[in-house]
């Protein structure tokens, strides 16, 4: 993996986007997205609300159309084999619309009957672990609970691929780590989970690799241990009764350097978070900072 999605797709890719264009009329939807996925990955698609997480799910999908580019899901191209792609997929998108006047058990027994396939068993562990109330309808559940159901339904069938859409949002802190236990589960049984998410914490967590897109266009593809061996630090230094806190992502000699010319009497090198990182490659794509711009 590399920067702009540099790797190319080979034997064990489970998802290729190869130059995918969207546009909405005039305006942007998401412009020469690549990326690869590999088989039993847990990727984190990252960006903020409105990047083109969400557009790009949809055309892996064949929920939009695009016009340019190829998706291949598990080696079929999702524009002649959408469904036949679709039966080895469970996707869980950010917003999930049930009938409110379903039960959850009828939700799931629908869910079932659209797979041709008895996922009784699997949704009845799945509902236990995430305490999901199978008698209650739609319209009596918070939206936390709702969320809960619609993890139920992409993941009771075991599909190969798991394309989860912002899944941990609206659950408390215990559902979120039961969530991603029957996530690291799947993928330890060879399933690929695709995990769009604005949550950086999870993504350094359970992601092995990540993307970064930013207002349609993506602007890094990489492993997570790498991400956070970027290279970028913080510096914060007390020089003549002032103190200024600056990013540096050049050498360590010529920041020592830089270092001696300021009169220092104390100095800190900070790693940065992952959320730092982050939003260094969004201010970096969109010519905010310089790479060792001065902050205030």
């Known amino acids: ?3 702009k999605g540099e790797c190319r797709e080979g034997g064990d890719t489970a998802i290729a986007i190869e130059n995918l264009t969207k546009r909405y009329g005039r305006h942007r939807g998401v412009e020469g997205v690549s990326l690869f996925v590999e088989k039993g990955d847990i990727f984190g698609f990252l960006g903020q609300n409105g990047a083109g997480k969400s557009t790009t799910i949809r055309c892996m999908l064949g929920l939009l159309h695009f016009g340019q580019g190829q998706i291949r899901i598990l080696g079929q191209d999702i524009a002649s084999g959408e469904a036949n792609i679709l039966r080895h997929v469970g996707y ?3 917003e999930a619309m049930f009938y409110p006047s379903m039960r959850v058990e009828e939700v799931i027994a629908f869910a079932e009957k659209a797979r041709k396939k008895d996922c009784r068993k699997e949704a009845d562990r799945l509902c236990r672990i995430l305490a999901v109330d199978k008698k209650k309808r739609i319209g009596e559940l918070s939206l936390g609970n709702r969320r809960k159901v619609s993890i139920v339904c992409a993941m009771m069938a075991r599909p190969e691929i798991l394309v989860m859409d912002e899944p941990s949002s609206g659950l408390d802190p215990l559902m979120q780590e039961a969530f991603f236990d029957l996530l690291k589960e799947a993928a330890s049984r060879g399933a690929t989970c695709f995990l769009s998410s604005h949550v950086l914490t999870e993504v350094k967590r359970y992601c092995r690799h990540a993307a ?23 510096v914060k230094v007390r020089a003549a009764g002032e103190e200024k806190r600056f990013s540096w992502s050049g050498s360590m000699r010529e920041l020592l350097h830089r ?3 300021m009169e220092v009497e104390d100095v800190l090198i900070e790693e940065p978070s992952l959320d730092e990182i982050f939003l260094h490659y969004y201010q970096k794509e969109g010519g905010e900072t310089g790479h060792d711009a001065v902050m205030p």
Do not use: A, F
């Open 1 to 3: 993996m590399g920067e």
């Open 259 to 261: 270092l001696e010319q």
């Open 92 to 94: 869980m998108p950010s």
């Open 212 to 234: 970064i897109i930013r207002e349609g266009r993506l602007v890094l593809t990489d492993s997570v241990e790498h991400l956070m061996q970027s290279g970028l630090r913080y």
